[in-house]
């Protein structure tokens, strides 16, 4: 089934985010050292370096999960750093975000999971049903509204989030490392709703991952972060999701390359 989300129209051109100068350190531990980034609207922008090298606290940053010690960010022309905490949270309903742990409530099913969103939105009660209907039917789960974390694969559970993530037609998603914990197939899998939510709702993608496979595949330009400074910043000729081959002989050809089986 194709379901298009209804969302706000978004401009091509100019810059949706910008970070100015930005730093954070953790008591003696400088995390980002003056960081500055600028992100495009309808751009899916990758950031990629080491463990350690502040990239997942650059994107936590961009929404004012945490706060910077000095510097600006600026997401949809709104200064983020210099808003009142009402005007904040009004602004950050524009930015969803998703993780590499899913973050869905164990005791809650699908809906109960995706509608939560909403309701801390004040959406309107009448409009919610159909609203995380729609959203699950955007990442191809509408059959399993009625199940439970417990009951859904990786892939399954990060669509989940994906959908929480869209039910406010956010303008900027969060990525945070949200293949790492899965499969090559269910990582192509998730790739695609990523790279459909940004070509047909015109969304900002920003994915941090040390995967440089997974950066390749959908990012059009790439920051690479070294010891929470930004190292450079290049375009990326994306390459494409890879298929992945799901029968036990693919996996046995990919192992035996240039070797031998072993059927002892």
């Known amino acids: 089934m194709n379901v298009v989300i209804t969302f706000q129209p978004i401009e091509r051109g100019f810059f949706m985010i910008k970070l ?7 008591a003696r531990f400088e995390a980002v050292k003056s960081v500055s980034l600028t992100i495009h609207k309808r751009e899916i922008y990758g950031i990629i ?4 090298a502040g990239k997942s606290t650059v994107l936590r940053l961009i929404n004012l999960l945490e706060t910077p010690d ?3 960010v600026e997401v949809n022309g709104q200064t ?27 005791n ?19 409009e919610r049903k159909s609203r995380v209907i729609e959203c699950l039917q955007f990442v191809g789960l509408e059959s399993f509204i009625d199940k439970y974390p417990a009951q ?15 039910a ?3 303008q900027v998603l969060l990525c945070d490392e949200p293949t790492s914990s899965l499969d090559p197939n269910t990582t192509a899998e998730i790739l695609r709703v990523l790279e459909n939510i940004n070509k047909n709702l015109g969304v900002t993608i920003v994915v941090v991952s040390h ?14 972060m070294a010891d929470g400074e930004v190292y450079e910043t290049i375009s990326n000729e994306r390459k494409g999701i890879p298929q992945i081959g799901m029968d036990p002989k693919y996996f046995v050809k990919q192992l035996t390359k240039g070797g031998e089986s072993d059927h002892a």
Do not use: W
């Not at 949270?89 to 899913?102: D, E, L, T, W």
């Not at 995967?211 to 690479?224: A, G, L, Q």
């Open 20 to 26: 100015r100068h930005v730093s954070k350190s953790y």
């Open 49 to 52: 370096g080491a463990s350690g």
């Open 70 to 72: 000095s510097g600006e």
């Open 80 to 106: 983020l750093t210099s808003l009142s905490s009402q005007k904040l949270r009004q602004a950050r309903k524009s930015i969803g975000m998703i993780f590499q742990h899913f973050n869905l409530v164990a």
């Open 108 to 126: 809650k099913t699908v809906y109960e999971n995706v509608v939560v969103s909403l309701e801390l939105a004040n959406y309107p009660k009448k």
């Open 152 to 166: 859904l694969s990786g892939g399954q559970k990060q669509r989940v989030a994906i959908a929480r993530a869209l």
């Open 168 to 170: 406010n037609n956010p």
């Open 211 to 224: 995967e440089m496979d997974v950066i390749k595949s959908i990012c059009h330009r790439v920051t690479v």
